[in-house]
C-alpha cells in the first residue's frame, strides 16, 4: 500500500513538474514573439537579430522570402525607413508554433493603403529562435494600394525618372527612394 502511494505521489509530481516545463516553454515562444515585435518598433536590430535563427523565411501566400541574417538586415533597414509600428492584437500558442493577430502601420501602409493592415500570422520557432514568418490572412485593400502604386510608378517613370525602379529596390537607398516617389507624387495629386 505504502509502495502504491509513493508511486501515485511520484507520478503525479513529474506530471507537475512536465506541466510546468510545457507551460514554460509556450511561455518562452509567446515573449519571444512579443519581444520580436518590441524590438521591430524600436529598430533595434542588434537585440532583434538575437530573436532570429541563422536564416529566417517570410511567407505571404505562396511567396517565401528567404533571408541569411545579413540579408535579412538589409531586410530590415528598407522597411525601417517607412517607421512601421507593430501592435499585437492576439498572441496564442497553437501546436509549438505562435498564432498572432497583428497591426502594422507606417508611412508607406497609410499612403498606399489609407489605413492599418491587420494581418494573421503563424510563427514558427527552431531551438529558441524564430526561423518562419508565416503570412497567412491579411486585411488590406489590394485593388486601392495597387490603383495608387501603378499610378505612382507611372508618373515617377514619366516625370522623375532618376527615381524609376524605387519599387523593386530592397536596399535602404531604395526605400529612401520610394519616400521621395512617395513625396513627389503626393505634391503632384496635392496640386492638380
Given at each position: ?46 537585440e532583434l537579430s538575437k530573436l532570429i535563427g541563422d536564416s529566417i523565411t517570410i511567407s505571404e501566400g505562396d511567396y517565401n522570402m528567404n533571408y541569411s541574417k545579413d540579408d ?103 526605400a529612401q527612394n520610394y519616400l521621395k516617389a512617395m513625396a513627389l507624387f503626393k505634391e503632384f495629386k496635392d496640386i492638380n
Open positions: 500500500m505504502i509502495k502504491l502511494k509513493t508511486l501515485l505521489s511520484f507520478v503525479i509530481l513529474c506530471a507537475f513538474f512536465f506541466s510546468l516545463g510545457s507551460c514554460s516553454r509556450k511561455n518562452h515562444n509567446t515573449q519571444l514573439v512579443q519581444n520580436y515585435y518590441n524590438q521591430l518598433n524600436q529598430s533595434n536590430y542588434l535579412y538586415y538589409k531586410h530590415f533597414q528598407w522597411d525601417s525607413v517607412f517607421s512601421p509600428k507593430y501592435e499585437l492584437l492576439e498572441v496564442k500558442e497553437i501546436d509549438k508554433k505562435v498564432v498572432i493577430r497583428v497591426s502594422k502601420i507606417c508611412t508607406r501602409i497609410k499612403f498606399l493603403n489609407e489605413k492599418t493592415i491587420i494581418s494573421k500570422e503563424v510563427i514558427e520557432i527552431k531551438n529558441q529562435k524564430i526561423s518562419k514568418i508565416k503570412n497567412i490572412e491579411m486585411d488590406s485593400d489590394f485593388k486601392l494600394w495597387n490603383s495608387k502604386k501603378s499610378e505612382m510608378v507611372t508618373w515617377i517613370k514619366k516625370n522623375h525618372p532618376e527615381l524609376d525602379g524605387f519599387m523593386y529596390d530592397q536596399t535602404k537607398t531604395g
